[in-house]
């Protein structure tokens, strides 16, 4: 098999229902071009794999130790009290032999390599419930489309078989990237998560240009296309950027998408940028929930007077056009 025919995944889910209509596998890809700040899925960030810590189940180096046995750059090992605390990322390696040793659970290995036919025989299995709900695949992330190749042949294999497919993007890429995969793909999901460019740099790591150019070659080719906006707190909560979002939607898409839908703030993630040394970015905001929702409300209203098919959430009923 050929590199292209392995993809790098986080994690893979059976039955979910967020990402597309009806009741979906959805697959995780590794490595992202944005760093947001809310981002609950830390572990997608790397491309490459990487241990993650979780000290509560380490058993203790007196009675295992297998970690230390296995590890090339023992150094990286960071001990107290016995457990497994962390692990030195400036020493390690990555070579994820501590994980595989572990009987415990205590290093989990973010990140696995799957190949197109072992996805397509997981995928497999739930057809029925495909046909039934009117389901199908998500690729998700992390950035799917870093990953073109491995992504292409998995939607290619998916639609031979008649399975809807869905891609969940960024769309920061280049556009002859996006067209690579757009005659296998039955939805993309997008999002905006700013509409100036130097605040949308600030807290993701990238501008927006190259992404709302993308949205906008999606739209103008009719493919199918669902627009979030992840509702952030103290960084795109307010009525400049929903109007300027709005304006957008309408002056340069031409109302052209399924959906739009506000996904509120939720914190998310927290373990696991604790199991990857990482600080939670955002582990000092305080917003009152019930408020912060009906907020959100008021945007989702002044969008639908816009004319706009906007919803809070993501599993309102989709118009679909295929
Ligand atoms: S990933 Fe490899 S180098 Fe890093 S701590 Fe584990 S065994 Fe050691
Ligand atoms: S192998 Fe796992 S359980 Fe054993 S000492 Fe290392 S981290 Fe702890």
């Given at each position: ?144 489309l ?25 769309l920061?890429t280049?556009f002859?990237t996006i067209e690579?995969i757009i ?31 993308n949205?906008?070659?999606v ?104």
């Amino acid at each position: 098999m050929t590199k292209s025919e392995f993809g790098r995944v986080f994690n893979i889910q059976r039955y979910t229902i967020h990402d597309g209509p009806g009741i979906r596998t959805e697959l995780f890809l590794k490595g992202c071009p944005l760093k947001c700040e809310w981002c609950g899925n830390p572990e997608s960030h790397k491309s490459i794999f990487e241990p993650g810590i979780y000290p509560s189940k380490c058993i203790g180096k007196d009675k295992c130790g297998f970690c230390i046995d296995v590890c090339e750059k023992k150094e990286s090992l960071v001990f107290k009290d016995n457990k497994l605390i962390s692990i030195d990322r400036s020493k390690c390696i990555n070579c994820m032999e501590c994980a595989i040793a572990c009987p415990s659970d205590a290093i989990k290995m973010w990140g696995e390599e799957i190949s197109i036919d072992d996805a397509m025989e997981i995928i497999r299995k739930d057809i029925p419930y495909y046909e039934k709900s009117g389901g199908g695949v998500t690729l998700s992330g992390g950035e799917p489309l870093m990953q073109i190749e491995f992504v292409k042949g998995l939607l290619r294999k998916c639609k031979r078989e008649g399975i809807h497919t869905c891609v969940e993007s960024t769309l920061c890429t280049d556009f002859e990237t996006i067209e690579k995969i757009i005659p296998y793909t039955d939805l993309i999901i997008t999002d905006i998560k700013h509409m100036n460019t130097n605040i949308h740099k600030k807290h993701t790591k990238m501008q927006n240009e190259r992404i709302l150019e993308n949205i906008k070659m999606v739209s103008k080719i009719n493919k199918p296309m669902i627009i979030r906006i992840p509702i952030i707190p103290n960084v795109n909560d307010d009525m400049e950027n929903m109007k300027a979002t709005a304006d957008f939607i309408l002056d340069e898409l031409d109302n052209n998408i399924l959906t739009l839908q506000l996904l509120q703030f939720m914190r998310l993630g927290e373990e696991k940028y604790k199991s990857l040394n990482m600080i939670y970015p955002m582990k000092d905001i305080e917003y009152d929930k019930d408020k912060f929702l009906e907020k959100v409300k008021s945007f989702r209203d002044f969008f639908k007077e816009k004319g706009i098919n906007c919803i809070v959430g993501t599993t309102s009923k989709e118009k679909s056009n295929d």
